[in-house]
């Protein structure tokens, strides 16, 4: 009976064409879903090589699976991951193997983490990008928590993940809800790239009216440049989609997105460890004002700019533009690294950066070219704050700041939106300022509250009459 090495709950998008990737790497993989038609269509991709058993029985499952068990769900976060563990329960024995491969969040792996382990079965969260086809052709794997758990599965998840030079896109991360936490600052910058691509179209399309087949051909040339990332590449391929009418498909897709919570999860979490993450910030904002569709619609009548003509060198803006698209997408991957900097000292996950950038070379959301120029920064210098820091990527970021300026003006005066642009900049000239004017913030807190502030001349704690 036990005869597979491996069971996965929830044959959904990624439940499925993960399983499928392991039967490919010749893993014998069972499923599980109580959904029968979901079963059903894993049943019609097996091919004669997969060694696959699929069912909607949860006994007959875990009774196929060889022991110790090790059982991976790819079912929605939240009440359903408690769901399952639950229906799993009373068939699993100790030292059996639950992996959450959903977008967890992470307090809720700390928790299910301590439940589990009091009834002697393993768990750990392990985030999981790339999507369908990372799923089934190789996704970048987070794995933290129970190591020894881990170390048992290796295997499995490097045969399965992307591999970049050969390397593959998982390692183990580090201790609780690491691999969770990765993952939703992974989606956090996520969101602010996504945010800032969108920011670049719209001041190409609406600021200086260029027409739609140079903005795609603009982004099918910056991916062949050091600009090259999986969120560029699909966006050229996004913007050559024409239906059936012959018109450019993005342009009837409405305006308002939704989301499923990772990008708010980092912003709000990054407020609780105080470590900045602007453009996330604004990513989520700009999502939340998308939502707005009526109100904009009443405001554009009311509250009007016209910008002042201006004849335009599109070549010339284009070529600006992809600096100042650099230094954004840059100080999005500072602000998030730096995050997990600091929650992995508040959390003692014991992050390697520099692991988390290997891994995110391929395989997920997020992969780009930048990634290896981080890993070797972290290289370079583990202990590293922030990657403006590193030399290399100071120098780099720094001579693109003149452009990024004139960008940010050019959408300024063209009342284009552009949260996320301008907290990138925000967080670069603030972190550049060797002398903030918080001194300010000091003296009112002081004043109307008699908080009291310190002084740059002498040593404790002051309070003012100020008036
Ligand atoms: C990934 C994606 C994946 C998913 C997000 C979308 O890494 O493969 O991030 O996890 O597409 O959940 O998030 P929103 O629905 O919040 O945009």
């Known amino acids: 009976m036990e005869l597979y090495d491996f069971g996965i ?3 959904g998008v990624m439940g499925r064409n993960l399983l499928l990737n392991m039967a490919d790497n010749k893993f014998a993989v069972a499923g599980l879903d109580l959904d029968a ?24 499952f875990t009774q196929a699976i060889r022991k110790p068990r090790a059982i991976m769900l790819l079912v929605p976060a939240g009440k359903p991951v408690d769901g399952a563990i639950n229906s799993l329960l009373p068939h699993l024995e100790e030292g059996d193997i639950i ?38 052709f190789g996704p970048s794997l987070m794995p933290g928590g129970d190591k020894g758990a881990y170390e048992r599965l290796r295997p499995i998840f490097e045969a399965v993940s992307a591999k970049v030079n050969g390397e593959p896109c998982v390692a183990y991360l580090g201790n609780g809800s690491a691999g969770n936490y990765v993952k939703m600052v992974h989606n956090g910058i996520e969101y602010g790239i996504m945010q800032l691509i969108a920011e670049t179209y719209d001041l190409m399309k609406r600021g200086f009216g260029i027409d739609d087949e140079k903005i795609q051909q603009t982004f099918v040339q910056w991916n062949n440049t050091e600009l090259q990332s999986f969120l ?38 990054a407020m609780d460890l105080q470590a900045p993450v602007p453009v996330i910030d604004a990513a989520v904002t700009m999502r939340d004002m ?15 700019w016209t910008p002042a003509e201006k004849n335009i060198d599109e070549d010339q803006v284009i070529g600006q533009l992809k600096d100042a698209f650099y230094f954004a997408m840059l100080n999005t991957y500072a602000q998030g690294l730096a995050q997990l900097t600091i929650a992995s000292e508040t959390y003692n ?20 070219a930048a990634l290896e120029d981080f890993r070797q920064a972290y290289s370079r210098d583990a202990s590293l704050r922030n990657i403006l820091l590193d030399d290399t990527i100071a120098k ?10 004139e960008i940010v003006k050019q959408a300024v005066e063209h009342g284009i939106p552009f949260a996320a642009y301008m907290n ?25 509250g008699a908080h009291t502030y310190e002084r740059i001349d002498r040593e404790g704690s002051f309070h003012t009459q100020w008036d």
């Open 9 to 11: 709950v929830g044959l």
């Open 37 to 60: 038609a979901k079963v059903e269509s894993l049943e019609n991709e097996i091919n004669d090589t997969h060694q696959v058993k699929a069912t909607t029985q949860v006994a007959e």
């Open 99 to 136: 992996i959450d491969g959903g977008n967890s969040y992470f307090p809720d792996t700390d928790r299910r983490f301590l439940e589990l382990s009091q009834k002697n079965i393993h768990f750990f969260g392990m985030g999981i990008s790339g999507g369908e086809k990372g799923a089934r």
């Open 232 to 269: 560029v590449e699909i966006t050229g391929e996004i913007l050559n989609k024409f239906d059936e009418d012959g018109q450019r498909l993005v342009n009837v897709i409405s305006d308002w997105a939704k989301s499923k919570g990772t990008g708010k999860w980092t912003s709000q979490n």
């Open 290 to 304: 998308s939502k707005f569709k009526p109100e904009r619609v009443q405001a554009a009548k009311k509250l009007n």
């Open 349 to 368: 996950y014991g992050l390697n950066l520099e692991e988390v950038a290997k891994i995110w070379r391929g395989g997920c959301i997020i992969r780009a």
């Open 396 to 405: 780099d970021i720094s001579s693109r700041q003149a452009n990024t300026r």
């Open 424 to 448: 990138a900049l925000a967080y670069f000239d603030s972190y550049r300022s060797e002398r903030m004017p918080t001194n300010i913030i000091q003296a009112q807190r002081d004043y109307f």
